[in-house]
Protein backbone atom coordinates (compact mmCIF):
# COMPACT_ATOMS: atom_id res chain seq x y z
CA UNK A 1 0.00 0.00 0.00
CA UNK A 2 3.10 2.77 0.95
CA UNK A 3 5.00 1.20 -2.53
CA UNK A 4 1.17 2.35 -4.32
CA UNK A 5 0.75 5.50 -2.76
CA UNK A 6 4.06 6.76 -3.17
CA UNK A 7 3.79 5.94 -6.80
CA UNK A 8 0.69 8.15 -6.60
CA UNK A 9 2.78 10.78 -5.15
CA UNK A 10 5.75 10.71 -7.91
CA UNK A 11 2.91 10.69 -10.94
CA UNK A 12 1.51 13.96 -9.22
CA UNK A 13 4.82 15.73 -9.12
CA UNK A 14 5.50 14.78 -12.82
CA UNK A 15 2.07 15.81 -13.42
CA UNK A 16 2.47 19.02 -11.62
CA UNK A 17 5.31 19.43 -13.34
CA UNK A 18 4.20 19.99 -17.19
CA UNK A 19 1.47 21.98 -15.93
CA UNK A 20 3.86 25.11 -15.37
CA UNK A 21 6.01 26.87 -18.63
CA UNK A 22 8.97 28.70 -16.36
CA UNK A 23 11.89 26.80 -15.58
CA UNK A 24 11.95 27.84 -12.90
CA UNK A 25 8.30 26.71 -11.59
CA UNK A 26 9.01 23.52 -12.70
CA UNK A 27 12.15 23.49 -10.56
CA UNK A 28 10.65 24.51 -7.53
CA UNK A 29 7.76 21.85 -7.81
CA UNK A 30 10.37 19.22 -8.07
CA UNK A 31 11.92 20.97 -5.41
CA UNK A 32 8.75 21.00 -3.65
CA UNK A 33 7.78 17.65 -4.34
CA UNK A 34 10.59 15.89 -3.13
CA UNK A 35 10.50 17.21 0.35
CA UNK A 36 6.96 16.15 0.73
CA UNK A 37 7.46 12.92 -0.95
CA UNK A 38 10.66 11.98 1.50
CA UNK A 39 9.79 13.18 4.73
CA UNK A 40 12.74 15.95 4.82
CA UNK A 41 12.67 18.97 6.65
CA UNK A 42 14.64 21.07 4.24
CA UNK A 43 15.29 20.48 0.67
CA UNK A 44 17.14 22.72 -2.20
CA UNK A 45 18.37 22.80 -5.44
CA UNK A 46 21.19 24.71 -7.44
CA UNK A 47 21.95 24.93 -10.94
CA UNK A 48 25.67 26.86 -11.12
CA UNK A 49 26.62 29.67 -13.31
CA UNK A 50 29.88 30.23 -14.67
CA UNK A 51 31.25 32.32 -11.66
CA UNK A 52 31.50 30.60 -8.80
CA UNK A 53 28.03 30.82 -7.83
CA UNK A 54 24.14 29.54 -8.69
CA UNK A 55 22.38 31.01 -11.66
CA UNK A 56 18.97 29.83 -9.66
CA UNK A 57 19.16 28.37 -5.94
CA UNK A 58 15.81 27.31 -4.84
CA UNK A 59 14.74 26.08 -1.27
CA UNK A 60 11.98 24.71 0.46
CA UNK A 61 11.07 24.26 4.01
CA UNK A 62 12.19 27.90 5.07
CA UNK A 63 9.81 30.52 5.71
CA UNK A 64 10.61 34.15 3.64
CA UNK A 65 12.22 35.79 6.89
CA UNK A 66 14.55 32.66 7.32
CA UNK A 67 15.85 33.05 4.05
CA UNK A 68 16.42 36.76 4.12
CA UNK A 69 18.37 36.23 7.05
CA UNK A 70 20.60 33.46 5.56
CA UNK A 71 21.87 36.43 3.30
CA UNK A 72 23.00 35.40 -0.42
CA UNK A 73 22.80 32.26 -1.88
CA UNK A 74 26.09 30.13 -1.47
CA UNK A 75 29.14 29.37 -3.54
CA UNK A 76 30.29 26.19 -5.60
CA UNK A 77 32.51 25.02 -2.44
CA UNK A 78 32.95 22.39 0.06
CA UNK A 79 30.17 19.57 0.02
CA UNK A 80 27.91 21.31 -2.48
CA UNK A 81 31.10 22.14 -4.89
CA UNK A 82 31.65 18.90 -4.68
CA UNK A 83 28.42 17.43 -5.83
CA UNK A 84 29.13 19.50 -8.93
CA UNK A 85 32.58 17.29 -10.20
CA UNK A 86 30.77 13.59 -9.30
CA UNK A 87 27.79 11.60 -10.84
CA UNK A 88 27.42 10.11 -7.34
CA UNK A 89 24.59 10.44 -4.87
CA UNK A 90 25.70 11.96 -1.36
CA UNK A 91 23.81 10.25 1.27
CA UNK A 92 25.03 11.12 5.35
CA UNK A 93 23.43 10.27 8.68
CA UNK A 94 25.53 13.86 9.54
CA UNK A 95 26.62 16.56 6.89
CA UNK A 96 28.76 17.80 9.25
CA UNK A 97 31.02 14.29 9.37
CA UNK A 98 31.50 14.97 5.18
CA UNK A 99 35.23 15.78 4.72
CA UNK A 100 34.61 18.51 2.53
CA UNK A 101 32.00 19.99 4.70
CA UNK A 102 33.41 23.62 6.02
CA UNK A 103 30.58 26.00 7.27
CA UNK A 104 27.22 28.12 7.07
CA UNK A 105 26.02 31.28 7.83
CA UNK A 106 25.30 32.20 11.49
CA UNK A 107 21.45 31.97 10.23
CA UNK A 108 21.46 29.13 8.91
CA UNK A 109 19.18 26.09 9.89
CA UNK A 110 21.13 23.01 11.71
CA UNK A 111 21.53 20.02 9.01
CA UNK A 112 22.04 16.63 10.37
CA UNK A 113 21.13 13.85 8.36
CA UNK A 114 21.76 14.80 4.38
CA UNK A 115 20.77 13.44 0.68
CA UNK A 116 22.20 14.91 -2.26
CA UNK A 117 21.60 13.96 -5.99
CA UNK A 118 23.40 15.70 -8.76
CA UNK A 119 21.15 16.77 -11.89
CA UNK A 120 22.83 15.17 -14.46
CA UNK A 121 22.53 14.90 -18.29
CA UNK A 122 24.05 11.87 -19.67
CA UNK A 123 27.63 13.42 -18.48
CA UNK A 124 27.26 16.53 -17.65
CA UNK A 125 26.14 17.75 -14.20
CA UNK A 126 23.43 20.64 -14.75
CA UNK A 127 23.08 21.08 -11.10
CA UNK A 128 22.39 19.49 -7.84
CA UNK A 129 19.32 18.81 -5.41
CA UNK A 130 19.62 17.63 -1.77
CA UNK A 131 17.60 17.22 0.81
CA UNK A 132 18.16 17.60 4.55
CA UNK A 133 17.14 16.32 8.36
CA UNK A 134 14.38 13.35 7.43
CA UNK A 135 11.80 14.24 9.90
CA UNK A 136 11.00 10.10 10.49
CA UNK A 137 13.29 8.16 12.87
CA UNK A 138 16.61 6.70 11.14
CA UNK A 139 17.30 9.11 8.35
CA UNK A 140 17.77 8.87 4.51
CA UNK A 141 16.89 5.51 3.25
CA UNK A 142 18.43 3.46 -0.40
CA UNK A 143 14.72 3.84 -1.63
CA UNK A 144 14.74 7.82 -0.67
CA UNK A 145 17.99 8.07 -3.14
CA UNK A 146 16.20 6.23 -5.58
CA UNK A 147 13.33 8.46 -5.86
CA UNK A 148 15.82 11.31 -5.54
CA UNK A 149 17.16 9.96 -8.21
CA UNK A 150 14.06 9.87 -10.14
CA UNK A 151 13.05 13.26 -9.50
CA UNK A 152 16.46 14.68 -10.23
CA UNK A 153 15.51 12.92 -13.67
CA UNK A 154 12.96 15.03 -13.96
CA UNK A 155 14.97 18.15 -12.98
CA UNK A 156 17.33 17.37 -15.89
CA UNK A 157 14.70 17.37 -18.64
CA UNK A 158 13.16 20.91 -17.37
CA UNK A 159 16.80 22.33 -17.43
CA UNK A 160 17.70 20.74 -21.08
CA UNK A 161 14.64 21.87 -22.50
CA UNK A 162 14.96 25.42 -20.79
CA UNK A 163 18.79 26.45 -23.08
CA UNK A 164 17.06 24.88 -26.16
CA UNK A 165 14.41 27.11 -25.59
CA UNK A 166 16.85 29.77 -24.65
CA UNK A 167 19.07 29.22 -27.68
CA UNK A 168 15.57 28.70 -29.84
CA UNK A 169 14.70 32.02 -29.12
CA UNK A 170 18.33 33.74 -29.64
CA UNK A 171 17.44 31.95 -33.29
CA UNK A 172 14.30 34.36 -33.14
CA UNK A 173 15.95 37.60 -31.71
CA UNK A 174 18.43 37.11 -35.33
CA UNK A 175 16.06 37.09 -37.80
CA UNK A 176 13.58 39.71 -35.98
CA UNK A 177 16.75 41.80 -35.96
CA UNK A 178 17.34 40.98 -39.82
CA UNK A 179 13.34 41.52 -40.65
CA UNK A 180 13.49 45.03 -38.65
CA UNK A 181 16.93 45.77 -40.68
CA UNK A 182 15.18 44.91 -44.02
CA UNK A 183 12.30 47.06 -42.97
CA UNK A 184 14.41 50.28 -42.29
CA UNK A 185 16.28 50.00 -45.23
CA UNK A 186 12.97 49.42 -47.69
CA UNK A 187 10.79 51.83 -46.29
CA UNK A 188 12.32 54.35 -43.56
CA UNK A 189 15.20 54.38 -45.45
CA UNK A 190 13.71 54.97 -48.97
CA UNK A 191 11.05 57.77 -47.48
CA UNK A 192 14.49 59.92 -45.75
CA UNK A 193 16.08 60.03 -49.22
CA UNK A 194 13.01 61.34 -51.06
CA UNK A 195 12.69 63.87 -48.14
CA UNK A 196 16.11 65.06 -48.74
CA UNK A 197 15.78 65.16 -52.54
CA UNK A 198 12.83 67.24 -51.91
CA UNK A 199 14.20 69.52 -49.40
CA UNK A 200 17.56 69.92 -51.49
CA UNK A 201 15.05 70.64 -54.69
CA UNK A 202 12.69 73.71 -52.55
CA UNK A 203 16.26 75.11 -51.68
CA UNK A 204 17.12 75.74 -55.01
CA UNK A 205 13.82 77.55 -56.21
CA UNK A 206 13.29 79.42 -52.78
CA UNK A 207 14.76 82.70 -53.82
CA UNK A 208 13.21 83.02 -57.58
CA UNK A 209 9.70 81.03 -57.11
CA UNK A 210 8.28 80.80 -53.29
CA UNK A 211 5.12 79.44 -54.31
CA UNK A 212 7.27 76.31 -55.54
CA UNK A 213 9.37 76.12 -52.74
CA UNK A 214 6.63 76.50 -50.06
CA UNK A 215 4.43 73.10 -52.17
CA UNK A 216 7.65 71.37 -51.94
CA UNK A 217 8.11 72.26 -48.03
CA UNK A 218 4.45 71.05 -47.92
CA UNK A 219 5.96 67.37 -49.71
CA UNK A 220 8.89 67.58 -46.72
CA UNK A 221 6.34 67.93 -44.11
CA UNK A 222 4.05 64.99 -45.60
CA UNK A 223 7.52 63.25 -45.88
CA UNK A 224 8.92 63.65 -42.63
CA UNK A 225 5.37 62.80 -40.91
CA UNK A 226 5.48 59.44 -42.61
CA UNK A 227 8.54 58.41 -42.06
CA UNK A 228 8.46 59.19 -38.22
CA UNK A 229 5.17 56.96 -38.30
CA UNK A 230 6.85 53.87 -40.04
CA UNK A 231 10.05 54.37 -38.01
CA UNK A 232 7.44 54.28 -35.04
CA UNK A 233 6.02 51.14 -36.30
CA UNK A 234 9.23 49.43 -36.72
CA UNK A 235 10.23 50.44 -33.25
CA UNK A 236 7.02 48.81 -31.69
CA UNK A 237 8.71 45.55 -32.77
CA UNK A 238 11.66 46.18 -30.74
CA UNK A 239 9.44 45.64 -27.32
CA UNK A 240 12.08 43.42 -25.56
CA UNK A 241 11.46 39.46 -26.18
CA UNK A 242 12.19 38.52 -23.00
CA UNK A 243 8.87 40.49 -21.91
CA UNK A 244 6.42 39.37 -24.87
CA UNK A 245 7.89 35.94 -23.64
CA UNK A 246 8.62 35.14 -20.14
CA UNK A 247 7.41 37.68 -18.58
CA UNK A 248 8.61 40.89 -16.14
CA UNK A 249 10.01 38.95 -13.66
CA UNK A 250 11.68 36.75 -15.96
CA UNK A 251 13.07 39.42 -17.68
CA UNK A 252 14.43 41.87 -15.11
CA UNK A 253 15.87 38.26 -13.51
CA UNK A 254 17.76 37.64 -17.01
CA UNK A 255 19.12 41.45 -17.13
CA UNK A 256 20.36 41.17 -13.56
CA UNK A 257 22.44 37.88 -13.93
CA UNK A 258 23.97 39.43 -17.29
CA UNK A 259 25.28 42.24 -15.60
CA UNK A 260 26.27 40.17 -12.66
CA UNK A 261 28.36 38.54 -15.14
CA UNK A 262 30.22 41.56 -17.00
CA UNK A 263 30.42 44.01 -14.20
CA UNK A 264 32.70 43.68 -10.96
CA UNK A 265 29.65 44.82 -8.68
CA UNK A 266 27.77 42.55 -7.83
CA UNK A 267 23.67 42.66 -9.35
CA UNK A 268 21.04 40.55 -7.46
CA UNK A 269 17.53 39.99 -8.64
CA UNK A 270 14.61 39.30 -5.59
CA UNK A 271 11.08 38.94 -6.52
CA UNK A 272 8.05 36.49 -8.29
CA UNK A 273 6.25 36.34 -10.85
CA UNK A 274 3.93 39.34 -10.73
CA UNK A 275 0.16 39.76 -12.68
CA UNK A 276 0.77 40.25 -16.47
CA UNK A 277 0.40 44.43 -17.23
CA UNK A 278 -0.26 46.01 -20.14
CA UNK A 279 2.54 45.67 -22.79
CA UNK A 280 3.51 49.37 -22.13
CA UNK A 281 3.51 49.42 -18.53
CA UNK A 282 5.16 46.39 -19.08
CA UNK A 283 8.01 47.93 -21.13
CA UNK A 284 8.37 51.13 -18.55
CA UNK A 285 8.91 48.94 -15.94
CA UNK A 286 11.68 46.99 -17.74
CA UNK A 287 13.06 50.13 -19.32
CA UNK A 288 12.83 51.98 -16.07
CA UNK A 289 14.81 49.18 -14.36
CA UNK A 290 17.38 49.16 -17.18
CA UNK A 291 17.96 53.00 -16.37
CA UNK A 292 18.24 52.61 -13.07
CA UNK A 293 20.86 49.91 -13.48
CA UNK A 294 23.05 51.85 -15.93
CA UNK A 295 22.66 54.85 -13.85
CA UNK A 296 24.29 52.58 -10.65
CA UNK A 297 26.65 50.95 -11.81
CA UNK A 298 28.41 54.12 -14.24
CA UNK A 299 27.98 56.96 -11.76
CA UNK A 300 27.33 54.81 -8.32
CA UNK A 301 30.50 52.76 -7.57
CA UNK A 302 28.90 50.61 -5.91
CA UNK A 303 29.53 47.28 -4.38
CA UNK A 304 26.53 45.65 -4.56
CA UNK A 305 22.85 46.40 -6.58
CA UNK A 306 20.09 45.04 -5.99
CA UNK A 307 16.34 44.67 -7.76
CA UNK A 308 13.32 43.84 -6.41
CA UNK A 309 10.07 43.38 -8.03
CA UNK A 310 7.09 42.84 -6.04
CA UNK A 311 2.92 42.92 -5.88
CA UNK A 312 1.55 45.16 -2.97
CA UNK A 313 -1.88 46.66 -3.13
CA UNK A 314 -3.08 46.39 -6.54
CA UNK A 315 0.44 47.85 -7.84
CA UNK A 316 3.22 45.93 -9.19
CA UNK A 317 6.31 47.91 -7.01
CA UNK A 318 10.06 47.73 -8.92
CA UNK A 319 12.82 48.77 -6.43
CA UNK A 320 16.40 49.30 -7.78
CA UNK A 321 18.98 50.05 -4.72
CA UNK A 322 22.95 49.70 -4.91
CA UNK A 323 25.28 50.63 -1.84
CA UNK A 324 27.03 53.16 -4.05
CA UNK A 325 28.42 57.02 -3.11
CA UNK A 326 25.34 57.99 -3.67
CA UNK A 327 23.93 61.96 -4.24
CA UNK A 328 23.28 64.85 -3.00
CA UNK A 329 19.52 65.34 -3.08
CA UNK A 330 19.79 69.29 -2.91
CA UNK A 331 21.55 69.00 -6.19
CA UNK A 332 18.34 67.51 -7.86
CA UNK A 333 18.58 69.49 -10.58
CA UNK A 334 22.04 68.35 -11.88
CA UNK A 335 21.41 65.04 -10.84
CA UNK A 336 18.39 64.98 -12.88
CA UNK A 337 20.09 65.49 -16.14
CA UNK A 338 23.40 63.51 -15.10
CA UNK A 339 21.30 60.20 -14.52
CA UNK A 340 17.88 61.12 -16.74
CA UNK A 341 15.17 61.51 -13.50
CA UNK A 342 13.49 63.08 -15.22
CA UNK A 343 13.17 60.61 -18.68
CA UNK A 344 12.07 58.44 -15.97
CA UNK A 345 9.90 60.11 -14.08
CA UNK A 346 7.73 61.19 -17.35
CA UNK A 347 7.79 56.74 -18.48
CA UNK A 348 6.47 56.63 -14.89
CA UNK A 349 3.79 59.43 -15.20
CA UNK A 350 2.80 57.98 -18.91
CA UNK A 351 2.53 54.73 -17.67
CA UNK A 352 0.02 55.86 -15.08
CA UNK A 353 2.57 55.36 -12.24
CA UNK A 354 5.05 57.22 -9.75
CA UNK A 355 8.76 57.18 -9.34
CA UNK A 356 10.68 58.00 -5.91
CA UNK A 357 14.44 58.49 -5.87
CA UNK A 358 15.95 58.53 -2.54
CA UNK A 359 19.79 58.87 -1.87
CA UNK A 360 22.37 60.85 0.20
CA UNK A 361 26.50 61.30 -0.10
CA UNK A 362 27.93 57.67 1.09
CA UNK A 363 24.20 55.94 1.61
CA UNK A 364 23.66 54.50 -1.99
CA UNK A 365 20.83 55.77 -4.01
CA UNK A 366 17.26 53.75 -4.61
CA UNK A 367 15.09 53.99 -7.53
CA UNK A 368 11.58 52.77 -6.41
CA UNK A 369 8.71 53.04 -9.20
CA UNK A 370 4.61 51.75 -8.91
CA UNK A 371 2.41 51.38 -11.55
CA UNK A 372 -0.84 50.19 -11.39
CA UNK A 373 -1.74 46.29 -12.53
CA UNK A 374 -5.01 47.06 -13.53
CA UNK A 375 -5.78 48.87 -16.92
Known sequence: MRDRDELREVSAAVLAVT??????????????SARRLVDARYAALGVPDRNGGFGEFLADGLTDEQWRAIGPPPKQHGVLGQMLCSPDAVRLADIRTHPQFGWW???????????????????EILGE????????????????????????GHAAIA??????????????????????????????????????????????????DAARAAVQLATVRQLAAEAVEELRAVLIGLRPIDLA???????????ADLLDRVHEAGVTF?????????????????????EALHNALRHGEPSHVSVGLATRDGRVVLTVTDDG?????????????????????????AA???????????????VRLEVPIGE
Open 19 to 32: AHLSVREVLQTILT
Open 105 to 123: PRAHPELTDFLGMPIADGD
Open 129 to 152: IFLANKQAPGGFTAEDEELLRLLA
Open 159 to 208: IVNARLYERSRELSIMEERNRLARELHDAVTQKLFSLRLTAEAAATVVER
Open 245 to 255: GDGLEAALRKQ
Open 270 to 290: TGAPVPRLTAAREETVYRIAQ
Open 325 to 349: RGFDQAARAQAARRLGLTSMRERAS
Open 352 to 366: GGSLRVTSAPGAGTT
